[in-house]
């Protein structure tokens, strides 16, 4: 089935730094991909999604683009900010409709 | 429109005793989504109901396990007997009809057993 792999974290990082969390998939075709964002206590929150090769996802600073030649889906943002700290899911649907996750990589950003 | 509602938040169980997780998907969602987040761990999969129907349960454990999503109501996640390795995180996900593949997660119940 389908399946995708990120970095391991903690990624610790200071505040209006550049931010990359890498995502590559093994699937068959090209599914959607997709990025959510746990913060602390919470459940998961749609952060961006891209449903064909090619396509960039983007919101709230953050973006990744759908690269079929390097299946990867990486995530980035410009300057992170403290509210940014949170763990990070890359995620593509498999069979049966389920959604498979990466292991999640934290996030930590210091003022 | 409100999101996807879970209760209880916290919930706390002795071993060997009953929990019971309930989930109401968005408004105009139809498909309901379980996921199991271990300590320091992703989400796994475990079931995928419509209303009235188990779809698939390929990652739901056999035993003590089981959900439904009645006709009226919201979805249950029943775990009988449980055990101190029960205790995680248990989230819901609803998806509409046309769209499963984005799907939207509530906040979660966080199981304690003692």
């Known amino acids: 089935g389908n399946s995708v792999t990120q970095m391991e974290g903690p990624v610790t990082l200071s505040e209006e730094a550049f931010l990359t969390i890498n995502c590559t998939y093994t699937?068959?075709?090209?599914?959607?991909l997709f990025w959510y964002v746990q913060y602390p206590g919470e459940g998961l929150q749609l952060l961006l999604k891209a449903t064909k090769a090619d396509d960039k996802g983007s919101n709230k600073g953050f973006e990744a683009t759908y690269r079929k030649e390097t299946t990867s889906f990486h995530l980035e943002k410009g300057s992170v900010q403290v509210s940014d700290s949170a763990v990070y899911f890359c995620a593509c649907p498999n069979a049966g409709n389920m959604l498979t996750f990466g292991g999640g990589t934290r996030l930590m950003v210091k003022p | 429109n409100a999101g996807v509602m879970q209760n209880p938040r916290h919930l706390v169980r002795r071993r060997g005793q009953e929990a019971r997780l309930r989930c109401s998907p968005m408004?105009?969602?139809?498909?309901v989504y379980w996921y199991r987040q271990l300590p320091e761990e992703g989400l796994k999969f475990m079931v995928y109901l419509q209303k009235e129907n188990i779809i698939d349960e390929s990652g739901m454990p056999k035993e003590r396990f089981s959900a439904e999503f009645p006709k009226e109501g919201p979805s249950i996640l029943r775990i009988q007997q449980v055990v101190r390795g029960d205790s995680a995180a248990y989230f819901c996900?609803?998806?509409?009809?046309?769209?499963?593949?984005?799907?939207?997660f509530g906040p979660g119940t966080r199981l304690l057993v003692l």
């Open positions: 996900a609803s998806s509409p009809p046309s769209g499963f593949e984005t799907q939207y």
């Open positions: 699937a068959t075709g090209y599914p959607s």
């Open positions: 408004k105009g969602h139809s498909h």
